[in-house]
């Protein structure tokens, strides 16, 4: 599930011909993400869901998690990755997907959840930051970590330049762990991520 430009999901897109997974449906809460048309051009089927409701009507955040839901199930997913996905999921959702419901963040959690992660690392004069993708759990950006990865910061960054270095390891990333949970090689068990 992506909002934007979607290059994890390229990454993903990349590495699926020889991987223990494939990816069958891609959704976005925006129309006209970046990401889409990735998709499309890979022949992966694609869909829209928007978060609001047409104007002058409301959808409710647990109404917007139902339609995800419906259209995974009718997609036959079986495990959702969450590629630049802007929106938190309620705790129904999140539940009903425990275990096969990954994301990926761009810091070395637990330090620096939520957003504007690089301007917060630089202002903070961290030497290093990284990447995370972890199964996802109702509280955000708290899940069990599968995999990390790091990089320096370096002291004439800008939240861009550490950005873009960042996202390169991003995309090795995701697939590694993607490639682990599909393979069965990783499980979420209560509440900690378990190898083996
Ligand atoms: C990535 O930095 C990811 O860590 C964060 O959102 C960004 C998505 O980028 N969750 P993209 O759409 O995959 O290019």
């Not at 006209?32 to 022949?43: F, H, K, N, S, T």
């Not at 950005?163 to 068990?189: M, W």
């Amino acid at each position: 599930m992506i909002s934007g430009r979607g290059s994890n999901l390229g990454a993903l897109i990349a590495d699926q011909a020889n991987a223990p997974y494939k990816i069958v449906s891609v959704i976005s809460n925006i129309e006209g993400a970046g990401g889409l048309a990735r998709a499309a051009e890979a022949g992966i089927a694609t869909q829209v869901i928007p978060h609001k409701g047409p104007l002058g009507t409301n959808k409710t955040r647990e109404d917007f998690d139902a339609e995800l839901d419906a259209a995974l199930r009718a997609a036959g997913v079986e495990i959702v990755c969450l590629a630049g996905f802007m929106r938190i999921l309620s705790d129904g959702f999140t539940r009903a997907w425990e275990g096969r419901l990954i994301n990926i963040h761009p810091s070395l959690l637990p330090a620096y959840k939520g957003t504007h992660v690089h301007e917060r690392v630089i202002e903070a004069r961290e030497s290093q930051s990284g990447a995370s993708v972890h199964f996802v759990v109702p509280e955000l950006d708290a899940g069990p970590v599968i995999a990390q990865a790091r990089v320096p910061v370096h002291a004439d960054d800008s939240p861009d330049t550490l950005a873009a270095r960042v996202l390169e390891v991003e995309h090795k990333l995701y697939p590694a762990a993607l490639r682990l949970l599909a393979d069965g090689k990783v499980k979420l068990e209560k509440g900690l991520a378990v190898f083996g």
